[in-house]
């Protein structure tokens, strides 16, 4: 059985992101005055009293709306709501109880699953605020002041949500799934390919660049493995960073790459690689991750004898100092290859995390050196003593040799490529640690 779910919910700019972001114990969600900054399902672990649970953030919920992205969002509460355990209703205790609150509590009365009413903003200590009683109105029991900005009433609220957990399991599953991040520059199709892999509507897909904000978790699992894939909002050029709220984007999206194991680098396939594709590639590059990169849109690119292998050769010139990371190309709108993504998930995801014996990187190593002498210098020559795999995602190897002064960049670089033609070590980066003799850790 998966853990308690617990859904955040309310209309807009009650401060339901402040209040997820204090339960969680982290900045997670993106915090705004603005109403409607949150839109997708954002999700976090948390723990109480010695219990686990997932805890989810949703955008605000307007009941009755024209707006696209407003429609899109009380569809994604509505999701979260249908999962949930249980849900916690945030109102606002200086506007006291709105039209919209009232329509909120109906909907969460008609989902039957047990809901707790959290009266936020109620910062001030000492007695109860008198404008507390009117939330009685809304029939959901005792309301329960909180305040999200100094952190009163949160304890009370989430003893509230474990009378409502099932009874814990002695059995604890142990997290084997592969964490999938997919980043790159909007609307390149991140969102439409989660979709596709889920068959489900489980993250907002527009036109219209920039809909993803948050850092979105999806679990997944079929015949070829265990997934979580992160949608994470289109990185856009700095100079087009205005707001603080893409600022904040920018910031998740490079944090999703950080507790990512595979990081799939969408292209658009009608522009090819842009400068700012480069840079989104650079961030997972430099980052060490296992990386595949995902030509979307395919199917919208006229095609004659050797399309494909043309774009693959410059995509490879474009992104050279990646040539490790295999590409496909797919389209998320039809489905096309989206499959095979799976195997190469799995495959770069274990050349990630390889080790080598020292014995036969010590082999590759003398065979190297047979071929192609070390460098020489004013005649002093590099003695390369011997090499060894200190770390796996990436694979990180330490040279000890005689000078790194005399160990140039380009004889690295020919060490780099005889390892990778013995062992692979396809769609993952390699790090090399050069030490001289008498170095200290």
Not at 270 to 296: M, S
């Amino acid at each position: 059985m998966s853990r308690p779910l617990v859904a955040v919910v309310g209309r807009p700019n009650v401060g339901k992101s402040m209040l997820f972001n204090r339960l969680v114990g982290q900045r997670l969600s993106i915090v705004e005055d603005t109403p409607g900054v949150t839109r997708d399902r954002l999700y976090a672990e948390c723990e109480w009293c010695g219990r686990k649970f997932d805890m989810v953030d949703t955008g605000g919920i307007e009941p009755t709306t024209d707006s696209e992205i407003l429609l899109f969002m009380r569809e994604q509460a509505q999701i979260a709501i249908d999962a949930a355990t249980v849900i916690i209703l945030v109102t606002d205790l200086r506007t006291g109880v709105t039209a919209a609150d009232e329509d909120v509590a109906r909907m969460l009365l008609r989902s039957g699953k047990p809901v707790v009413l959290a009266v936020n903003k109620a910062d001030s200590t000492g007695a109860t605020d008198v404008g507390v009683y009117e939330f009685y109105s809304l029939g959901l029991g005792d309301p329960i002041p909180t305040s999200a900005v100094h952190g009163h009433g949160t304890g009370d609220l989430l003893d509230e949500c474990l009378k409502y957990f099932p009874p814990e399991e002695d059995e604890q599953e142990e997290d084997d799934s592969i964490k999938v991040a997919l980043i790159g520059k909007p609307n390149v199709g991140k969102s439409s390919l989660i979709n596709r892999i889920l068959g489900e509507k489980r993250v907002i897909v527009s036109n219209v660049a920039g809909t993803t904000r948050d850092a979105v978790d999806s679990a997944f699992e079929n015949k070829y493995g265990k997934y979580v894939f992160i949608d994470t909002a289109g990185i856009r050029r700095k100079s087009k960073v205005d707001e603080r709220v893409e600022k904040f984007s920018v910031m998740r999206a490079q944090l999703a790459i950080e507790r990512a194991d595979v990081c799939l680098i969408m292209i658009d396939a009608r522009d090819g690689v842009t400068e700012q594709d480069t840079k989104i590639a650079g961030l997972a590059h430099e980052a060490g991750k296992a990386c595949i990169v995902v030509v979307n849109k395919w199917d919208l690119v006229d095609k004659e004898t050797g399309t494909m292998e043309k774009m693959r050769k410059r995509i490879m010139n474009d992104l050279s100092f990646m040539s490790y990371a295999p590409i496909v190309f797919i389209s998320a709108l039809t489905g096309q290859r989206t499959d095979r993504l799976f195997e190469l998930i799995n495959f770069v995801n274990d050349q990630n995390s390889m080790r080598i014996t020292t014995g036969m990187l010590n082999n590759v190593l003398a065979d190297a050196q047979a071929r192609v002498q070390p460098p020489t210098d004013k005649g002093k020559r590099l003695k390369i003593y011997y090499m060894t795999q200190t770390g796996t995602k990436p694979p990180t190897f330490v040279i000890f040799c005689n000078s790194k002064e005399l160990f140039h960049f380009s004889y690295q670089r020919y060490i780099e490529n005889q390892i990778r033609s013995v062992f692979g070590l396809e769609g993952t980066p390699i790090n090399i640690i050069v030490r001289q003799k008498g170095d200290k850790e």
